[in-house]
C-alpha cells in the first residue's frame, strides 16, 4: 500500500480513529523542526500554527499591495486633477513631468507626440519620430515593462540614458496612435516584465484624454480663425 493510499483512506473514513482511539495516544511523528518525536495531536498543533502563520504573512502581504495601491491611486487622482486645469501644451507638459518626477518619483520622463495639431512644434515632445518608433507604439496592446528598449527611443533621455537600467513604454492612443510615453529608472527592478500595468495604462488614457482635448481646442481655434478671416476676405 503506498502512502497515498493511506491518506485517501483516512480522508474517506474519518471515524477510524473513533474505532482506534488508542492510536491517536501510541503513535508518534518526528518533529518537523527538530529530532524529538511527538503525539499526533501535537503534530496536528503544530500544523496549525503554520498554517495559521502562511495565512497571517498573506494577509499582511495583501494589506501591503492595498495600502500602495491606495496611494498610487491618490497620485493619480492629484495628477487628473492637475491635467484637467490645463489649457495649453506649455502647461500639460510642465503638469505631467511634474507630477512623475516629484509624485511617482520618476527619474526621468521622454515623450513623442505624432498626428496631433500644434502651433508651436518647438516642444522637444514633438520631434519627429522614425517609422519604427511608430510601428513599435502601434504594436503595444498594453504597456510594455522590461529591461530593453530601441535605442533610438533610449537616447530620447540624452547624457542621463546610460544610467538607466528599467523602462516602461506606455502607447498613446486615441482613435489613432498619437504617441508613447516612455519612463526610465537607474533601478533594474522599478519596471520589470512581471509587473501589473493597471496603473501604467491609466496614466496613459489620462494623457491621451487631456492631449485629445487640447487636440479638438486646437483644431477648433483654427477654424474659427479661418472662418473669420474668409469672412474678411469676403
Known amino acids: 500500500m503506498k502512502a497515498e493510499d493511506v491518506a485517501h483512506y483516512l480522508q474517506d473514513h474519518p471515524q477510524f480513529f473513533d474505532e482506534y482511539a488508542d492510536l491517536l495516544a ?4 518526528p518533529h518537523p523542526q527538530d ?3 511527538v ?8 500544523a496549525l500554527r503554520e498554517r495559521n502563520r502562511v495565512l497571517q504573512d498573506k494577509l499582511l502581504e495583501l494589506i501591503s499591495f492595498g ?4 496611494a498610487i491611486g491618490e497620485k493619480m487622482h492629484r495628477l487628473a486633477i492637475a491635467l484637467l486645469s490645463v489649457s495649453s501644451m506649455d502647461e500639460f507638459f510642465t503638469a505631467l513631468n511634474f507630477s512623475l518626477r516629484e509624485d511617482f518619483t520618476v527619474p526621468l520622463v521622454a515623450m513623442r507626440l505624432w498626428n496631433i495639431s500644434c502651433g508651436d512644434q518647438t516642444y522637444v515632445e514633438l520631434t519627429p519620430a522614425s517609422k519604427d518608433v511608430h510601428s513599435i507604439a502601434g504594436s503595444l496592446s498594453q504597456p510594455y515593462c522590461g529591461n530593453h528598449i530601441a535605442d533610438e527611443i533610449k537616447q530620447w533621455f540624452g547624457e542621463g540614458a546610460e544610467h538607466l ?8 492612443n486615441t482613435a489613432q496612435t498619437i504617441g508613447l510615453l516612455v519612463l526610465g529608472s537607474p533601478d533594474a527592478e522599478r519596471f520589470y516584465p512581471e509587473m501589473g500595468t493597471l496603473h501604467l495604462k491609466r496614466l496613459g488614457e489620462l494623457v491621451c484624454t ?3 482635448r487640447y487636440d479638438l481646442t486646437a483644431s477648433g481655434s483654427k477654424a ?9 476676405q469676403t
Do not use: C, K, W
Open 224 to 232: 474659427i480663425q479661418d472662418s473669420l478671416s474668409n469672412e474678411q
Open 26 to 29: 501510541d503513535i508518534h511523528i
Open 39 to 46: 503525539s499526533i495531536n501535537e503534530r496536528q498543533v503544530i
Open 210 to 212: 487631456t492631449i485629445a
Open 35 to 37: 529530532d524529538r518525536v
Open 67 to 70: 495600502e500602495e495601491n491606495d
Open 165 to 172: 537600467n528599467s523602462f516602461s513604454m506606455i502607447p498613446l
